[in-house]
């Protein structure tokens, strides 16, 4: 069983179009996240939401918007991709990150999505 | 703000050696640290965590960290490495941040490689 499956695995495309990438998890967790891996591996989280609410935004274009139907869930829609948008996209997700120290918990994370804009 | 510096980006070392991965940190608050692999295309899987306690913390495939706050480190350790070892790994550090949740800072990684 895949506890945090993203969809797509890989995805081509020229500069300005739209795109979107699928996240799902099925661990039961309230939290889930976003993070941007550059080509010199450099990770950095990009967006957290818990239970469908937006918790962390850092200094990201807002060409870049996630969406949380449920909390099982967090998509990244990318609109008028650039070339340095070209990365790998990883998705994780957590137990509930507000409540505390006992909540600082493992991210378990997706296998990721390598973004090619051309 | 929270950074962390992990001092070798490559660490190239032969199978069945002793391997030390360097990790340091710098924060104000109070943190809790952590060592994530991650193999070739593939996703990040946890090593080992410290939350509180013992500085010495055992994690999967043989690695152990020592949390050292006098030096602000947390380097990880294995005593004999295998070719399945090989691959990038990342420091990290969790803090409650302004927006009032615990977030991951991660270092830049260190890639292991293991010579035959």
């Known amino acids: 069983d895949t506890a945090v499956s993203q969809t797509p695995k890989y995805l081509v495309t020229q500069m300005g179009n739209d795109k979107s990438i699928k996240c799902e998890q099925n661990?039961?967790?309230?939290?889930m996240y976003w993070y941007k891996q550059d080509s010199k591996k450099f990770l950095k989280i990009m967006f957290s939401?818990?239970?469908?609410?937006?918790?962390i935004n850092e200094t990201v274009p807002n060409r870049f918007s996630p969406k949380s139907p449920d909390k099982a869930h967090l998509n990244l829609h990318i609109n008028s991709l650039e070339l340095g948008d070209s990365a790998v996209y990883f998705c994780?997700?957590?137990?509930?990150?507000?409540?505390?120290?006992?909540?600082?918990?493992?991210?378990?994370f997706g296998p990721g999505t390598r973004l090619t804009v051309l | 703000a929270q950074s962390v510096t992990q001092l070798d980006s490559q660490v190239p070392v032969f199978e069945e050696a002793p391997v030390e991965l360097r990790c340091n940190y710098s924060?104000?608050?109070?943190?809790?640290l952590f060592w994530y692999v991650q193999y070739p295309n593939q996703g990040l899987q946890l090593l080992l965590k410290?939350?509180?306690?013992?500085?010495l913390v055992k994690g999967i495939n043989g690695f152990e960290a020592e949390f050292n706050k006098s030096q602000t480190s947390f380097h990880l350790r294995k005593p004999s490495v295998h070719i399945s070892d090989t691959a990038e790994y990342f420091c990290?550090?969790?803090?409650?941040?302004?927006?009032?949740?615990?977030?991951?800072?991660f270092g830049k990684g260190t890639k292991l490689s293991v010579i035959p």
């Open positions: 939401y818990n239970n469908k609410e937006l918790i």
């Open positions: 924060s104000s608050v109070s943190v809790y």
């Open positions: 410290y939350l509180s306690g013992s500085t």
């Open positions: 990290a550090v969790s803090y409650l941040s302004g927006a009032g949740s615990y977030q991951l800072t």
């Open positions: 661990l039961g967790h309230d939290t």
């Open positions: 994780a997700s957590s137990q509930d990150m507000r409540t505390g120290i006992s909540s600082t918990d493992t991210q378990y």
